[in-house]
């Protein structure tokens, strides 16, 4: 699972502002997604070597500042998981008394510490990390997140602290079939859903080899096919449905889904899709996830609540589209065959391999039928296309202009590539390279 690191500071230092840059996204398309809503707090970082998830601690604890805000639950969560913690500070604020409170109750939790010593633009930086070097920690980064400097530092001091990650590698190696992750707001059903998967090969979870603590891997098998189910909470035993309430981790869920290869995203179809929902299925496109969307509870519903539950998934998740939507019910198993079918397929997809001939054909195709407008008298041109690898597929067009290409244009193509290549459930990237 990916290492954790977590951004400690008071209100003002620039956390959200550092956050954004390590978890921007490079794909436009993603990023300019209308109707997706990013999570404010917790992302994924691939800008150096090792990926990891960023949790900005400021905001968690609702309306508690400074202080108090370290002892709300969810800060103390994302301390708890972290492999290194960030202390951020203000190069213009100074070393404040607060900074020290906050340092001091970081220091009895024993994690590698970092000073992140931020907007220390327009400053003298020797001058300004020196007042810093008062606490005692070795390691400190001059930055300025508004500007995007220094976070190549920040990552390259992070990356020493990271636990060795062979483990990983490892474990994946050892996975059986289609890694698939299960995910969701509590109580949706995802425990149900494992439990009915393992049916009668049930597995006692503690016994199967190499699972640890935060990673359990379920290997199952389904009409002569091997899947791994990764899961965080759905198959360890609980007690209390509020107890899975508190420890719902959306870290854990990030985890899953980079661990992962195709994510279940559960939704309670009595309730339609919710905004947590949505913001999980952003994870799941910020990470370029193959993706199956499945409503459950469709025991329980009225005709009419199934009518709701359908719009409100046509309309609150129509970015995307491409994801097929599979109605089950965990409790009385039905609907699974059908569920494990659209994971194959959504793992077909994000693993197609293309030809050359056959991208070439098809961008030719698509730019015969509907070419680009004119850009100040000057029309982008598409020439010829190859593969760019997979998972998320990817196709690298080549042309002139085509910076000038509007996003509606490459939604275009998308489509026209989704439909000729029959893609489903698997997010589609396409780059495009001007000149010969
Ligand atoms: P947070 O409360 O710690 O999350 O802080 P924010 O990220 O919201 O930033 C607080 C203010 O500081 C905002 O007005 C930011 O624009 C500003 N800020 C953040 N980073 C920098 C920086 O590197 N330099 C300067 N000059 N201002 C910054
Ligand atoms: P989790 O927190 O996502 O793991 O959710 P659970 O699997 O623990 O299920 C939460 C509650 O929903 C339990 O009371 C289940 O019995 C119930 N539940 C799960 N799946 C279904 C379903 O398909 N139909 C109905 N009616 N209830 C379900």
Known sequence: MLPVVALVGRPNVGKSTLFNVLTRTRDALVANQP??????HYGICRLGSRPFVVVDTGGLSGDDEGIDALTAKQVQLAVDEAAVVVFVTDARAGLTALDRDILADLRKRGKPLLVGVNKTDGLDEAGSLAEFAALGISTLVPLAASHGRGVDGLIEAIEPQLPPDDEVEAEEAADQGIRVAIVGRPNVGKSTLVNRLLGENRVVVSDIAGT???SIRVPIERDGKKYTLI?????RRRARVEEAIEKFSVIKTLQ??????????????QEGVSEQDATLIGHVLNEARA??????????????????CEKSLERRLDFVAWAERVFISAKHGSGLRELMKAVDRAHASATRQFSSSEL????????E????PLVRGHAPKLRYAHPGGSNPPTIVIHGSRTKHLADSYKRYLENFFRKRFKLVGTPLRLEFRDGE
């Open 360 to 367: 070439n054909k098809a961008v030719e195709m698509a730019y």
């Open 256 to 269: 899953s889904i980079a661990a992962a290869q195709v994510v279940l995203v559960m939704i309670d179809a």
């Open 35 to 40: 109707g997706l809503t990013r999570d404010r």
């Open 291 to 308: 993706l199956v969307v499945v409503a459950n509870k469709w025991d329980d519903l009225s005709k009419y609540q199934r009518e709701q």
């Open 212 to 214: 640890t603590r935060d």
């Open 231 to 235: 899961d965080t909470a759905g198959v």
């Open 369 to 372: 039928s509907y070419q680009p």
